[in-house]
């Protein structure tokens, strides 16, 4: 069955770093784009970042540009979100997502459980 796990989320002071990683387990992902979602409290989930099945291409939700940077790992099946310059506004559970679509901005059928970043002010 397929399974993506993610890690790497915590506390943070604002202009601080996290860096979450994906695992992907019980199938391979590597011809899906996969990307990240988050959502805060309250709040819908929405879009932060994809990356093509080769990583050649990858897209960014704007409140992030310039700040995250997507990459994947396909002989490892893991996908990294590396967080800097974190505000307090970037405060959620994160969620991994993988499919066909997602570079399109299509979501994957498939996700993780999350995992919760705090960014203090």
């Known amino acids: 069955q397929a399974q993506l796990v993610e890690s790497g989320g915590g506390l943070v002071q604002a202009g601080g770093s996290l860096r979450l990683s994906c695992a992907a387990s019980g199938r391979t992902f590597s011809t899906n784009a996969m990307g990240w979602f988050r959502q805060a409290p309250g709040e819908e989930r929405e879009f932060v970042a994809a990356?093509?099945?080769?990583?050649?291409?990858?897209d960014y939700a704007d409140s992030v540009k310039g700040r995250f940077t997507i990459s994947r790992d396909n002989a490892k099946n893991t996908v990294d979100l590396q967080m800097n310059s974190l505000k307090p506004e970037d405060t959620g559970v994160y969620y991994c997502n993988a499919g066909l679509g997602l570079i399109l901005g299509v979501e994957g059928p498939y996700w993780g459980q999350g995992t919760q970043v705090t960014v203090s002010s």
């Open positions: 990356i093509s099945w080769g990583g050649a291409v990858t």
